[in-house]
């Protein structure tokens, strides 16, 4: 009883707690991801031996300011997903080192991880698949707040009315089931429930994809709110540019498994320097039908991630590669101050 208090009085700011509580020095990041890989055994053989593996994160590394809104783009199977759950620990990498809060939490016990879990939650891109159907809404909500044993019972419950009423949804829906709201509800239901524990990190893993485009703006305008209101650091995972553009700080841009560029969000869009990076954003619809653009596009097959190509892993669709670009996998550098990228023909 006497340790349940003590929690109680050392959460209680949790249920309110102002932006200046948060204050932290400015020069170390919040987030520091260094060489992270993941690789996934192929099994094969009347055994299930392990003969091959997915390269699916192979070297990734960047930093995340506090207050910040990193966008993670790149299509589909370029491992920007398992990127988000390996800075979770949902996954253990294979290999690498994330720091958290200037904290190794690849050397966190259980113990260890379930507090810092507290400052770090995750959007999922299917919130109904998210969401246990058999709970109603507000028993939802209230479940972290339990299991880290923050405020006393009604203190809990008009922290889950205050949330709900912020996302833009009615704090009388709490004894609803998942099934009796939209999908754009139940992703502002999912955003009310990354909030709960007032955390320092939200990895927003392709929240609005699965969304009407009338409702993805409503959610991307959510999320800025919120992002400014709590002084939250986001990753946000996403395939349309646009919204990325329009919601991220800054973009790194992922292909097979690395980062091949990454800017501010402003110079990448202006400037693009990998030719991966350039045939994406010539892919962006343009709203004025007598605007044209020049296209680009990427022929050849997307290599596979189990048996990766000697030299530059873009080398097959780049149509301006060069002979030397099958030397060597460029490493991401620092062509301009704060813009790098993996590519030999932009150093």
Not at 120 to 126: A, E, N, S, V
Not at 135 to 162: D, F, K, N, S, Y
Not at 220 to 247: C, G, K, P, T, W
């Amino acid at each position: 009883m006497i340790e349940d208090a003590q929690d109680r009085g050392m959460d209680a700011g949790i249920l309110a707690r102002s932006d200046a509580a948060r204050d932290e020095p400015a020069e170390t990041a919040l987030l520091s991801v260094k060489n992270l890989k993941k690789y996934f055994p192929v099994r094969d053989g009347l055994f299930g031996q392990k003969n091959l593996w997915v390269h699916a994160v192979d070297g990734v590394s960047f930093e995340l300011q506090k207050g910040e809104i990193l966008g993670l783009v790149g299509e589909s199977g370029c491992g920007k997903s398992t990127t988000g759950r390996l800075i979770l620990r949902l996954l253990d990498p294979t290999s690498g080192e994330i720091r958290f809060m200037n904290e190794n939490i690849l050397k966190a016990d259980a113990r260890r991880m379930r507090a810092l879990r507290r400052e770090m939650q995750i959007i999922f891109q299917d919130p109904y698949a998210s969401l246990n159907p058999r709970m109603t809404i507000g028993a939802t909500l209230e479940e972290p707040l339990i299991i880290h044993r923050i405020g006393a019972r009604e203190e809990r419950r008009a922290r889950v009315r205050q949330l709900l009423e912020k996302v833009g949804l009615d704090p009388d829906g709490v004894n609803r089931y998942p099934h009796e709201f939209s999908g754009g509800q139940r992703q502002r239901i999912g955003v009310a429930r990354a909030l709960v524990l007032n955390p320092k990190l939200i990895v927003a893993d392709e929240p609005v994809s699965s969304l009407d485009v009338s409702i993805q703006a409503q959610v991307i305008n959510l999320l800025e709110d919120i992002q400014e209101e709590y002084a939250l650091s986001m990753i946000f995972i996403a395939h349309d540019l646009n919204m990325v553009r329009h919601i991220s700080d800054r973009v790194a841009v992922m292909y097979l498994g690395r980062i091949v560029e990454s800017a501010p969000a402003p110079d990448l869009y202006r400037r693009p320097l990998h030719p991966y990076t350039e045939a994406l954003l010539a892919a962006i619809p343009i709203a004025d039908p007598k605007t044209k653009r020049k296209r680009m596009l990427l022929e050849g097959d997307l290599p596979s991630p189990v048996n990766l190509p000697p030299g530059c892993r873009f080398y097959s669709r780049c149509q301006k590669r060069i002979p030397d670009c099958l030397k060597e996998d460029p490493p991401l550098v620092q062509i301009h101050p704060g813009h790098w990228a993996a590519c030999i023909l932009a150093a």
